[in-house]
């Protein structure tokens, strides 16, 4: 199984900041790689798919890079709504799996 | 407008069975490829089973394989989870998301999600 790593566990930032959220493969994945935002109590939220593609709808302050193993979520200046967890997702082949997640804090 | 919503969450106790319920809306249930995903109290997602729009090929993630069922009624727009073996590791909110496309290749994300159903297992 492909496994998805993660990185920061946990962000301490601030309103305005540029935010950089990592997440690597265990293999290549080519570009089939997510993001998703999860409030508590609510449902994750789609951000971005292949990789570097915006949702409809998700601001335009959310990007994302990366192929093969390698990915990055990028918030350009972070919106006090933006203060969640982030959590990767890889859907290369038949078995998905989900990084660890990410926790932005109010620092 | 699509809505997912699911049901038939409950508390029980190991070794039991629960099926879970998902009904669809608002969009052509038949065309598009469905996964079941959950998440325990105060951890990440795990992504547990897919199913494609004519309900197979079907895939299961190891730790529920031999033990969840994942289906599907096309005619009805629902997705159902039949859930045996519980153990008290399987206690989660779980969620049914629908995939926002698919090739042969790969997902494309999940594009909307249910609010999530609670299975409790403890004796």
């Known amino acids: 199984d492909i496994q998805m790593t993660q990185s920061p566990s946990s962000l301490s930032t601030s309103v305005g900041d540029r935010v950089t959220i990592t997440c690597r493969a265990s293999q290549s994945i080519t570009t089939y790689l997510n993001w998703y935002q999860q409030k508590p109590g609510k449902a994750p939220k789609l951000l971005i798919y292949?990789?570097?593609s915006l949702q409809s709808g998700v601001p335009s302050r959310f990007s994302g890079s990366g192929s093969g193993t390698d990915f990055t979520l990028t918030i350009s200046s972070l919106q006090p709504e933006d203060f969640a967890t982030y959590y990767c997702q890889q859907s290369y082949g038949t078995l998905y799996t989900f990084g660890q997640g990410t926790k932005l804090e109010m620092k | 407008e699509v809505q997912l919503v699911e049901s038939g969450g409950d508390l029980i106790q190991p070794g039991g069975s629960l099926r879970l319920s998902c009904a669809a809306s608002g969009f052509t249930f038949s065309s598009f490829e469905m996964s079941w995903v959950r998440q325990a109290p105060g951890k990440g997602l795990e992504w547990l089973s897919y199913?494609?729009?004519?309900?197979?090929?079907?895939h299961y993630a190891d730790s529920v394989k031999g033990r969840f069922t994942i289906s599907r009624d096309n005619a009805k727009n629902s997705l159902y989870l039949q859930m045996n073996s519980l153990r008290v590791e399987d206690t989660a909110v779980y969620y049914c998301?629908?995939?926002?496309?698919?090739?042969?290749?790969?997902?494309?994300?999940?594009?909307?999600w249910g609010q999530g159903t609670l299975v409790t297992v403890s004796s």
């Open positions: 998301a629908r995939e926002r496309d698919h090739s042969g290749s790969g997902s494309y994300g999940f594009d909307y």
């Open positions: 292949a990789a570097s």
């Open positions: 199913i494609y729009s004519s309900g197979s090929p079907i």
